[in-house]
Every structure is written in C-alpha cells, then in structure tokens.
C-alpha cells in the first residue's frame, strides 16, 4: 500500500509539472504565447530623422605623442635601437631592491647608463651601450669588483651620442 501511494504521490507531481501548451505570459500589455510576440505590439524603427548629436571626447594629452611615436615606427621613444651589448650587474625578485642597486651604480658610473628590465619572476640591471663585445668586457673589469656577478650580453642599444670636435684650418 505504501508503494502504490509513494508512486501515485511521484507521478501526480511529474505530471503537475509538465509544460502546459496553452500557458501565457503577462508583460506589458503584451501577451506572449508560445514564444511569439502578437503582431499589434510590433512598432517599427524610424531611421529617416535628420537628428544631429554631438559627441565630447575626453583624453590625454599623451596620447597623441604615442600616436605619433606609432606612426613614426621607431624602435624606442629615446632613438633607434642597434644591435650591440650591455652588461648585467644585478637581478632580483624585488623592485625596489633593484631601484636602489641602479641608484647606486648611476652614484659610482654616472658616464654609463643603467636599465631595468622586468623578466618573470626578476628584475635585472643591464648597464651601458656598447658596439662591441670588447668594448662591454674592458667596462665589466671595472666593475667586476663590486658586481662580481656582472655578465656581458647581447642587447638592442641605443645608437652612441658621437662627440663633435672642431678643428680649425690654417
């Protein structure tokens, strides 16, 4: 008996919850049946008005020096950037570990300049723009007592600043 009212009580409630055909949904004055709008509610969109609007854009004022960095295809916003080597004195996880170390190379080698790149996890010092690798090792013997663990490395560098001299002719 109590197999047969456990079953009835399932198959009354399976059957109760069935979707029902003739159901209707109520939104707006609009009734909604199986999924279709009634004709009668159907308005049209008017793309013949002449209306005229504005539009206010607000932006940086950095943005059109990167578009014209862009536009030029140059390979750095300081200058071409050439084959050549620098030096990596330094690298840690830390950023501002790393900001201190290249302060305290730009104290000690101020002719030289020195840059921090970011590659995952680290942050590492490269230092110098040199054309040749001979150019890198003879500065890397003059570091190498304070950054020991200074290696040579190919980069892409910044074109020298050539010195201009003026000679007089007689």
Do not use: W
Request: proline share 2%.
């Amino acid at each position: 008996m109590k197999t047969v009212l456990t079953l009835s009580i399932a198959l009354f409630s399976f059957v109760s919850f069935t979707q029902d055909e003739t159901l209707a949904f109520f939104v707006k004055d609009t009734v909604l049946i199986k999924d279709t709008l009634l004709l009668d509610t159907i308005c049209e969109l008017d793309f013949t008005t002449q209306k005229k609007g504005s539009v206010l854009i607000v932006k940086d004022e950095r943005l059109d020096q990167i578009t014209e960095f862009i536009g030029r295809k140059r390979e750095s916003i300081e200058g071409t950037l050439i084959d050549g080597y620098r030096i990596q004195i330094f690298f840690a996880e830390s950023r501002t570990i790393t900001q201190t170390q290249k302060a305290t190379f730009i104290n000690l080698y101020n002719e030289h300049k020195a840059y921090i790149d970011y590659l995952a996890p680290n942050y590492r010092i490269r230092v110098g723009n040199f054309r040749t690798k001979l150019q890198a090792e003879k500065f890397k013997q003059e570091l190498i007592s304070t950054y020991p663990t200074s290696i040579v490395l190919k980069d892409k560098i910044e074109l020298p600043l050539l010195s201009i001299e003026t000679t007089e002719i007689k």
